[in-house]
């Protein structure tokens, strides 16, 4: 999908400053700051007039790979010559390291703000998941449940609100007045955060876990005091948060369904079972999810039982995809800062 659609470019400033917050490191990291430099490049075109300099800043965690994506930029910075001549851009890279629930840049110097797949991710997993006498409340599960009680509810939904409304002030201040942001995330489609196209995938991943407790290899108590730092919003909940906030216009807001193991694999063509297939699509989902989640499960339960956790979720994925037609929702905000 575009992530910016030419038709709502205005009038292209001299320099943009243009932001991918989340942008991680691989090969995607680039591919997205591509599309975003060919859409205004084109739009520059059709109005008769030359591209802008792009200020192209690249965010993610301290811990983020940057020295991965330097290393891919002088391969890109030849692409774009080769591409666009050598009178284009210029192209200016940059790597801004840090949390986005916190402010990046200088105030005023950003015409537009991507972010994909990242904001679903809190700033720390919510305070008041135990009681007063230290007694975990989430028992059992590692991210809304329907079992989950309503205070622990209330403990998600609210540290969204406070993340993702201190997300707004801080972009407020340092995107300038009719700049953009485009922004698409994990989310739910109903106002019950506990619905299955919501959380279904920790479930299975807590089953997981607990088929392990039962088999004596991991301690219920780890299990209990393990919560994802995670949470999928609905439609109405951001539309309330960026009102709250004020310096934003909602100019379009969808959700998306997307298949849990994003649709047709290669491996799956050889598959000629409906078994086979189920056992192929949990592969899939599982694998995807271990890259995902693996690094903050191992910090908590140890790395010995990753590959005995991920190939009993694997089954457990496989044989629900086969009976459910469950899909993860994706929601995609279009943002415009006030004047
Ligand atoms: C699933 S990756 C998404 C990568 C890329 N944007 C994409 O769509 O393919 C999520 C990224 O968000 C980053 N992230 C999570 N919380 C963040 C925060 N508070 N500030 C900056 N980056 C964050 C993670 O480090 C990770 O690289």
């Known amino acids: 999908m575009k992530c910016l659609d030419e038709s709502n470019i205005d009038c292209p400033a001299e320099s943009m400053g243009i932001a991918d917050l989340g942008c991680s490191s691989g090969p995607n990291t680039l591919l997205l700051i591509s599309d975003i430099i060919d859409t205004i490049d084109a739009k520059c075109r059709s109005l008769g007039s030359s591209s802008p300099e792009f200020r192209l800043f690249l965010n993610d965690l301290f811990n983020n790979d940057f020295n991965d994506i330097f290393a891919s930029l002088p391969a890109f910075y030849n692409r774009i010559r080769e591409e666009k001549g050598t009178e284009f851009g210029p192209c200016l890279i940059s790597g801004v390291p840090g949390s986005f629930y916190g402010r990046l840049f200088p105030r005023n110097s950003l015409h537009f703000v991507h972010s994909s797949s990242s904001l679903h991710w809190l700033s720390q997993v919510p305070p008041g998941l ?64 506990t619905t299955e196209d919501s959380c279904y995938q920790w479930e299975l991943l807590a089953l997981a876990l607990m088929t392990m407790v039962y088999e004596g290899l ?105 009976k459910s037609p469950t899909k993860y929702i994706n929601l995609v905000i279009s943002l415009m800062k006030r004047a």
């Open 218 to 322: 991991v301690e219920e108590e780890k299990v209990d005091s393990f919560n994802a730092p995670y949470y999928a919003p609905c439609p109405e909940e951001l539309k309330v948060e960026v009102e709250k906030e004020g310096s934003f216009i909602v100019e379009r807001l969808e959700a998306f369904q997307v298949d849990w193991d994003g649709g047709m694999m290669e491996e799956y063509r050889t598959c000629d079972t409906l078994e086979g297939l189920s056992r192929a699509r949990g592969r899939q989902v599982a694998k995807t999810i271990r890259a995902v989640v693996e690094s903050m499960l191992e910090s908590h339960f140890g790395t010995e039982i990753m590959d005995d956790l991920f190939q009993r979720y694997q089954e457990m994925v496989g044989h629900y995809l086969a």
């Open 130 to 193: 135990e009681s007063n006498a230290g007694t975990a409340l989430n028992k059992g599960k590692i991210y809304l449940s329907k079992s989950s009680p309503q205070c622990v509810l209330e403990a998600y939904s609210k540290q969204f609100q406070e993340d993702f409304s201190l997300f707004l002030r801080c972009r407020s201040e340092e995107i300038v007045a009719g700049g953009r942001m485009v922004l698409s995330f994990m989310g739910r489609s109903s106002e019950d955060p």
